[in-house]
């Protein structure tokens, strides 16, 4: 089966083809020559996620998913959330990592948690998963790898942050491969 991923962000695509497998042919937006900037203006984590994968489905006849994630930190009543991308108003993942550790500066409460929701258009029908983890926010960044916010990101359970965890370590228990296999079971019913 044929599917594309509409997102433009490598990270991701290297994420979700290491959990798609060999059951699926992924499509980048560029494959359906897909260059148009993809609407997120929803307000809500899931509304952007839909729109992005309403988009490409109405403009390009393509069964499609897409993904939009946020952290959410308890003590800044859920911020940065679906502003995580652009918090310091621009996509700089150190600027906006200054800005939360600026903001939860004195503060206690750490805790936090990843959100992310695919939304799946598969022949004009929308399904939408998601998924949670929990962790807390560290005062100092951590570790090399991942991207945006993963250096100060350590999930519940664990004494790494995700940035110093390996693609394999990661995708075993994040919030995006969470959501992606809740979508994955749906897609194998779909198939067999």
């Not at 310091?88 to 550790?101: E, F, M, T, V, W």
């Not at 029908?125 to 926010?137: A, M, S």
């Amino acid at each position: 089966m044929e599917l594309c991923f509409a997102t433009n962000n490598q990270h991701k695509l290297d994420e979700v083809s290491t959990g798609l497998g060999n059951a699926f042919i992924l499509k980048t937006l560029s494959d359906i020559g897909c260059t148009d900037e993809l609407p997120e203006t929803s307000g809500t984590i899931a509304g952007n996620s839909r729109q992005k994968a309403d988009y490409v489905w109405t403009h390009f006849g393509v069964s499609c998913f897409a993904d939009d994630s946020g952290l959410e930190v308890n003590a800044l009543n859920g911020e940065p959330g679906v502003d995580s991308a652009f918090y310091s108003g621009s996509r700089d993942a150190g600027k906006n990592i200054q800005k939360l550790l600026r903001k939860l500066e004195g503060n206690s409460n750490r805790k936090a948690r990843f959100i992310t929701v695919f939304t799946l258009v598969l022949h004009g029908v929308e399904h939408q998963f998601e998924g949670i983890i929990e962790g807390h926010i560290l005062a100092d960044p951590r570790g090399t790898g991942g991207f945006g916010y993963d250096p100060i990101f350590q999930p519940d359970g664990y004494d790494h942050t995700f940035a110093e965890m390996s693609l394999e370590e990661k995708n075993a228990m994040s919030h995006r491969s969470r959501a992606l296999a809740k979508m994955l079971t749906y897609l194998k019913k779909q198939i067999m």
